[in-house]
């Protein structure tokens, strides 16, 4: 509006409304009159109370719309000439034209479609008389009458007595006579039954199971079809509230379990929301219709359709939980929400948000078992509805058995993997608190959950939140991990233990073996039942003291000890002797008996080895002073002496030969077993995560070990025969002794026989042996020879046999290596092959 | 004025009154010159068409006012 000239505009609404008063016949036209005055004060009002259009100007967009209207309502013609008068309109311009040309069209657009809209609702409310039941032909006939409005129809409609009004009066009153029952009081009856209550003429049938509309009363059929489909959400309703009391009177006593308590109160929120919508549509059912024209009778707002419409919803609703109650009837706890959860994987939204809400309530209790496992190791669970589920066991086996998975109460909203770490981090927890009295991770736990932004108390994880949950889980199983280790690391000194077990159950400590094998040895021969545990001991103690062993650890030196296995009759000492580690509370977590029943077995084959080998070395020993000795037995008879060299050299080969094998065996264990295993597992124990990570990291160490020292199932034969050659080697060890003694022996006699004098003087030590030398000076020179030389050949052909079967023994040996799987024992085949030499052998035999 | 914007102006209005002819508007032609000099001012022509609307008491307008005007049954959600 401008401002210069308001009175100008005033003039000219003032002439507008006269203008429009005019045409209404009724009214008072004078420009004094009230009416005139009242008309024009609304007008004024209308037009200062919206100042600005409400579209944007455009002239040639508001042509564009009224053109197409035009053409869509058949009037191509009118649309036609509308489109050339506009052209010339918009050509129109310079002084004395229309400036707000878009205004215009736009204003005449509003009046005409107006003019239209209350023309057809003038037509409808005529036509349509407001009847219980409308007909649809009828309807069809309005939408359709709109030509004929303008022929002037609309004046025989106004008319009381028109015959189409009488028409309808009459339908209305045979449609009354067929319902016997008026549909006021169905719908107060559908009402109650949706309520799960009987109504007068709905009752609950136990055949049909649902409600129906009696059959004594009369009705169309339609009206029974529709009576019969509005009451489902009744039946629907019986059964939730069915199912709620049910479990609402077993609560305490029975195992519903809190999950399931949880469910049935998040349902019952959804029922009290049902009820409330019942009451709202109850006291509307009661207000008539507002209707157009106050002639025209009007039922009751509520009619069974419209009925069908407002229960459209809930009914959606009620069958929803009607099939979460059918599902969950048996299931409870964990298994219960991953029930749920599966039907919330839904498109549509309203079904979604709606289990979204329902899962958030029923999902509470479990996270909330899970906030306070995780962060306080807490299993609140009575009636067992949780994934973790708990068992009593000793200290020892409370990692590896205590705790586990329940596979059926694990809801699939929570993945594999998060459920693996939620037990582990509980498992630490209470591992920390049972097996290593420890009281630090409370603090972790606090920390955790601070990080993770929820604070302790209760309720602070919902359903949807799987994104919380887990970085919760993952602060509080990081801290918590972290803090067992470093417990296991630092106060239970974990890598100082396998290092004691590797020195001392794995021989890794050289002098510390040598002693014990030097002290040990001569009370192991003795047969296994006549040994005494305390005298090994006592050995034992004497061995650590004077090797460097002493300066290990006392905890550790404590914990070392004799074990006699059980042994049958005939077994040496050798064959029942061990050492033992003992590991206590919580080490036995690692090293459980299976574990050291395994270090056992290493130690029994190490042990042996290392015998084999100080066997050989005793060999060597005796061996060494005989080539002073050879060279003494020059005054002996020719044939015996080349006999005795001979001897000599078959012991010295075979000692070469067993030599060769037992150090190169025994280098093989030390370097390519023993050691490398240990620093793959200090490696990864440096680089574990937790508990479990360092389990399996020892559990790969000792096997390791086990399979390439031949001692696991596989290699069960070549283990064998390697026990064989052992034996073997041990019996040339008696033989060897045995020849040496002789040839002493007769060393002693030669010298003697030569100078009988002062072996007379030096042999009256024993009368044994001066019989004994009596006799042999006796048979004298020649007896002597024939002696040395029938004792020689026996010892020789001893060896001889000896050499044989060790040779096809380690043939044997050899050969299996190959077949081995282990990429290791390639080494120990190289090594001991190393000049091909039984390669060579080989493809004669 | 002069009579070259005189008759660009009665030529308008002719053309107006034709296309509200057209659209069945129910305007005649006096009301309309005053409504198009209602617009060339600024008037809002909505505001306008609001004023046309109420004020042109047509028979039936009453009922249809008061069935617009009643409030219908809000649904609870």
């Known amino acids: ?845 | 004025m002069d009579p070259e914007a005189a008759r660009t102006a009665r030529e308008s209005l002719d053309l107006a009154f034709h296309i509200s002819n057209i659209l069945n508007t129910g305007i005649d032609r006096h009301t309309l010159s005053v409504l198009i000099a209602l617009c060339d001012m600024g008037v809002n022509p909505e505001a306008l068409a609001a004023v046309v609307k109420e004020l042109r008491q047509e028979p039936p307008s009453s009922e249809a006012i008061i069935s617009k005007n009643t409030t219908s049954l809000t649904r609870p959600t």
């Open chain 1, 1 to 845: 509006m401008e401002e210069d000239d308001p009175s100008k505009v005033l003039d000219l609404i003032k002439d507008l409304v006269l203008r429009l008063l005019s045409h209404n016949p009724t009214s008072n036209s004078s420009p004094t009159s009230s009416d005139f005055q009242k008309s024009l004060r609304y007008a004024i009002r209308i037009l200062t109370s919206r100042m600005t259009p409400s579209i944007a100007p455009d002239a040639a967009a508001i042509a564009e719309s009224i053109k197409r209207r035009l053409a869509t309502e058949g009037k191509s013609s009118q649309a036609l000439t509308f489109a050339d008068l506009y052209t010339k309109f918009a050509s129109k311009t310079g002084p004395g034209s229309v400036n707000n040309k878009w205004a215009v069209l736009y204003l005449l657009k509003i009046v005409a479609e107006d003019r239209k809209c209350r023309q057809t609702q003038f037509e409808s409310s005529v036509l349509l008389p407001n009847l219980v039941a409308s007909d649809p032909v009828l309807g069809k006939k309005s939408s359709g009458a709109e030509k004929e409005w303008q022929k002037g129809v609309l004046l025989v409609a106004k008319d009381p007595e028109n015959l189409r009004d009488v028409a309808f009066k009459e339908f209305a009153n045979l449609l009354k006579e067929e319902n016997e029952v008026s549909e006021e009081v169905l719908v107060r009856d559908v009402l109650y039954a949706c309520q799960g209550i009987d109504g007068k003429y709905v009752k609950f049938d136990n055949n049909a199971d649902g409600y129906v509309l009696s059959n004594i009363v009369k009705a169309p059929r339609a009206t029974r079809t529709m009576v019969r489909k509005l009451c489902e959400i009744g039946w629907l309703f019986r059964k939730v509230k069915g199912y709620i009391s049910e479990n609402m009177e077993r609560f305490p006593a029975e195992d519903v379990g809190t999950v399931g308590h949880a469910f049935c109160a998040a349902l019952q929120d959804e029922l009290s929301e049902y009820y409330k919508l019942l009451a709202v549509v109850e006291a509307q059912s009661m207000n008539p219709i507002p209707l157009v024209s106050e002639a025209a009778s009007s039922g009751n707002y509520l009619s069974l359709r419209r009925l069908a419409v407002w229960f459209a919803e809930p009914m959606v609703k009620m069958r929803l939980m009607a099939v979460l109650v059918d599902k969950c009837r048996v299931l409870k706890g964990g298994a219960m929400a991953g029930a749920i959860h599966l039907h919330a994987q839904h498109g549509d939204p309203l079904v979604l948000e709606f289990m979204r809400r329902l899962l958030r309530r029923v999902c509470s209790p479990l996270f909330e078992m899970v906030r306070s496992w995780v962060l306080e190791g807490e299993l609140e669970d009575i009636f067992s509805e949780f994934f973790v589920v708990g068992q009593q066991v000793k200290a020892e086996s409370l990692w590896r058995e205590g705790y586990r998975l329940h596979s059926g109460m694990l809801p699939s909203f929570i993945s594999q993997s998060l459920a693996q770490r939620i037990l582990r981090t509980g498992k630490s927890i209470n591992f920390l608190r049972v097996c290593c009295e420890d009281m630090g991770w409370a603090d972790a736990a606090t920390e955790a959950a601070v990080a993770a932004g929820t604070t302790t108390k209760r309720g602070s994880l919902g359903y949807g939140e799987t994104d919380a949950l887990e970085s919760l889980v993952d602060g509080a199983a990081k801290r918590i991990d972290k803090h067992l280790l470093d417990v296991m690391h630092k106060r239970y000194k974990f890598k100082d233990h396998c290092l004691a077990i590797k020195r001392y159950l794995l021989l890794g400590q050289g002098d510390f073996v040598q002693y014990l094998m030097d002290i040990v040895g001569p009370e192991l021969s003795e047969p296994a039942n006549s040994i005494s545990l305390f005298k090994l001991s006592g050995l034992l103690e004497t061995a650590i003291r004077s090797s460097n062993a002493q300066y290990d650890d006392p905890d550790i030196l404590d914990r070392l000890k004799v074990k006699m296995m059980p042994h049958g009759t005939g077994d040496r000492g050798w064959d029942v002797f061990s050492l033992e580690y003992e590991a206590r509370v919580p080490l036995d977590t690692v090293f459980t008996e299976s574990v050291m029943s395994k270090y056992l077995r290493i130690f029994n084959f190490l042990w042996k080895l290392r015998r084999v080998e100080h066997a050989l070395i005793g060999t060597w020993k005796t061996m060494k002073p005989n080539c002073i000795t050879s060279c003494s037995l020059t005054k002996l008879h020719h044939g015996v002496k080349l006999q005795l060299l001979s001897t000599l050299r078959r012991c010295q080969v075979l000692w070469v030969e067993m030599n060769h094998f037992v150090s190169n065996l025994q280098y093989y264990i030390m370097f390519e077993v023993l050691e490398v295993s240990w620093s793959d597992f200090s490696n990864e124990m440096e680089a574990a995560m937790d508990l479990d990570d360092l389990l399996a990291a020892h559990e790969k160490y000792l096997h390791s070990i086990f399979e390439k020292s031949l001692l696991g199932e596989q290699s069960q034969p070549l283990c064998k025969s390697l026990f064989v050659l052992f034996d073997l080697i041990l019996r040339f060890r008696s033989n060897a002794d045995r020849l040496y003694e002789g040839i002493h022996e007769l060393q002693c006699r030669t010298i003697e026989s030569s100078l009988p004098s002062r072996g007379k003087s030096t042999n009256i030590r024993s009368t044994e042996k001066s019989l004994e030398t009596a006799s042999w000076l006796a048979d004298g020179k020649k007896a002597l020879t024939q002696r040395a030389r029938e004792f020689l050949r026996n010892v020789e052909q001893d060896l001889a046999a000896l050499a044989k079967e060790y040779s096809s023994l380690l043939e044997g040996f050899i050969s299996q290596l190959p077949l081995q799987q282990h990429v290791d024992l390639k080494f120990l085949l190289f090594r001991l092959d190393f000049t091909e030499f039984y390669s060579q052998l080989q493809p004669r035999v």
